[in-house]
């Protein structure tokens, strides 16, 4: 078992990565301080995982939240459904969240868990690649908004990540490849060898190679805990994990929440915004080819809807979170392992690669 520690001081909490680990529940009680625990899954991931640790939960008092699957559910109306439950079964400050599932069971848990008075406690146990690497570490949690994506929120940190490797055998290959963007990002935006290894071990991934992935996913909540250490709010550094989120977060809610995967939204977004870096002159055209054949290695898009253009793009990208004084700020690649964030880009520029 590899274990990891998000230092936040009195916040910090482990990253627990494993085979089985779903059913290690003494681990996971350690982590819970009192008798109640509601578990918040969702209608696909329910009938794999919900019943089996539901009855390893003997010392608990257990009840579930069970929500239809996909992105457009992570909206207020289900945020609403998982405080009505609290309430209607008396559930108080010592009751513990459980997260079963996806980045979107994840982020709508953490943020009922940041309301329901004032905060409790919750745990993640994400199922899926994507949220394995990336939205299950560092306490964004978020629903989405017709106008925006991931605009209602906090940043709330867990108690424990429970990522079990064995719940990816489950997962749809669709899934799996959307989760590849996030591991994607961490080479791209600050690690070459991670891009390296990435590269020589595309087939070992693609194959599932338990112990691969382990190391791939080992190596991707390292690469966010030591960001979100540094800065757990956004206010510098950890602006640099949403490459290809500007552009990504755009098409998402241009096509419609479930659409495009956030993965394949990603995807996309990172390509554009290394074609903007050449652009700009400030990535090599060699490079821009091999971050784009990487991510189509994994049967990820590489080019923007044919529906959308720079007047889509524009509207939606004027409300991203990471903009300041009305200025449109990107994170560019300026070189296989290197980013910096920018907030002198013309729109010009933005038309030529729109």
Not at 285 to 295: A, P
Request: glycine letters at 8%; hydrophobic letters at 45%; aromatic letters at 8%.
């Amino acid at each position: 078992m590899a274990i990891l520690n998000l230092d936040l001081g009195e916040r910090s909490y482990p990253i627990y990565i494993d085979s089985g680990l779903i059913n290690k529940t003494d681990l996971l009680s350690s982590h819970i301080r009192a008798k109640r625990v509601c578990i918040v899954t969702n209608d696909i991931v329910a009938p794999l995982y919900l019943d089996s640790l539901k009855t390893k939960l003997t010392d608990f008092d257990v009840d579930e939240v069970i929500l239809p699957d996909g992105e457009a559910e992570k909206n207020l109306a289900n945020f609403e459904v998982i405080i009505s439950h609290l309430l209607t079964y008396e559930h108080g400050r010592d009751t513990t969240l459980i997260a079963l599932g996806g980045g979107v069971i994840g982020d709508i848990t953490g943020f009922a868990a940041a309301c329901y008075q004032r905060g409790i406690d919750f745990i993640q146990i994400p199922t899926t690649l994507l949220s394995q690497v990336d939205s299950s570490v560092g306490g964004k949690t978020a629903v989405n908004h017709p106008l925006g994506k991931n605009m209602v929120g906090a940043f709330y940190q867990p108690k424990a990540v429970f990522i079990d490797i064995n719940s990816l055998t489950t997962l749809p290959v669709r899934e799996f490849n959307a989760g590849m963007a996030e591991v994607i990002k961490y080479g791209v935006l600050g690690d070459k060898a991670f891009f390296l290894w990435l590269e020589d071990n595309i087939t070992a991934i693609k194959a599932g190679e338990k112990q691969v992935l382990a190391q791939m996913i080992e190596k991707c909540c390292q690469c966010k805990a030591d960001i979100v250490a540094s800065d757990e709010k956004e206010s510098g550094v950890r602006a640099l994990l949403n490459l290809g989120h500007t552009f990504g977060h755009a098409i998402e809610a241009e096509q419609g929440y479930g659409k495009w995967l956030h993965g394949e939204g990603v995807a996309t977004g990172m390509v554009l915004a290394a074609k903007l870096a050449v652009a700009m002159n400030l990535l090599e055209v060699s490079e821009f080819r091999r971050i784009e054949e990487l991510i189509a290695a994994f049967d990820l898009p590489i080019t923007a809807p044919k529906n959308m253009g720079f007047a889509e793009f524009i509207r939606h990208m004027r409300r991203d979170k990471k903009n300041i004084a009305g200025k449109l700020r990107f994170i560019i690649p300026t070189a296989i392992g290197q980013s910096e964030i920018r907030d002198d880009v013309t729109q010009d520029t933005l038309q030529e690669i729109l």
